[in-house]
């Protein structure tokens, strides 16, 4: 099931809500496999898509994580929840590459945390603080529990 959070700038009126986790249609019967996946509903770019489909033919195939996740450009401060996944096969892994929508820089993947009602995110196994996309402020409240979706 997933949950979300809201990230609000106590300098400016910023405030947004954001989906993250695993809703029932992400899961990854539903999207890479059985008689009709639904690769395309989460997937846009063709080319993605088709490379995909070639990883999926290779041998011990397991898909590890199919999940929205919120993700941040760490030029402009630009946030924004995307479809997760990772392919995993004998000799490596892929998962996808975002840019940001504001600016074109390829934008991080945040590990969001959650522990006793506060939110803590992480880049790369750091913690890592987060900026008001629209003043910079690094004065950022993140909320839980605000609704469940899916």
Do not use: A, T
Not at 117 to 125: A, D, K, P, R
């Amino acid at each position: 099931m997933g949950w979300s959070i809201k990230i609000e700038c106590q300098e400016c009126n910023y405030q947004q809500r954001f989906s993250i986790g695993i809703g029932f249609y992400y899961l990854p019967e539903y999207i890479f496999f059985g008689d009709k996946p639904k690769l395309s509903d989460f997937v846009k770019d063709k080319k993605e898509r088709k490379l995909i489909s070639q990883l999926m033919k290779r041998p011990n195939v397991r898909i590890e994580g199919s999940e929205s996740r919120l993700y941040r450009c760490s030029k402009c401060n630009h946030l924004s929840d995307k479809y997760y996944y990772c392919i995993k096969f004998d000799g490596g892994q892929h998962m996808p590459n975002y840019n940001c929508s504001n600016c074109g820089y390829q934008l991080e993947l945040l590990q969001v945390n959650e522990e006793k009602q506060i939110i803590s995110l992480e880049s790369n196994g750091k913690k890592s603080e987060i900026n008001c996309p629209e003043c910079g402020s690094s004065k950022i409240i993140c909320m839980n529990g605000c609704f469940d979706w899916d």
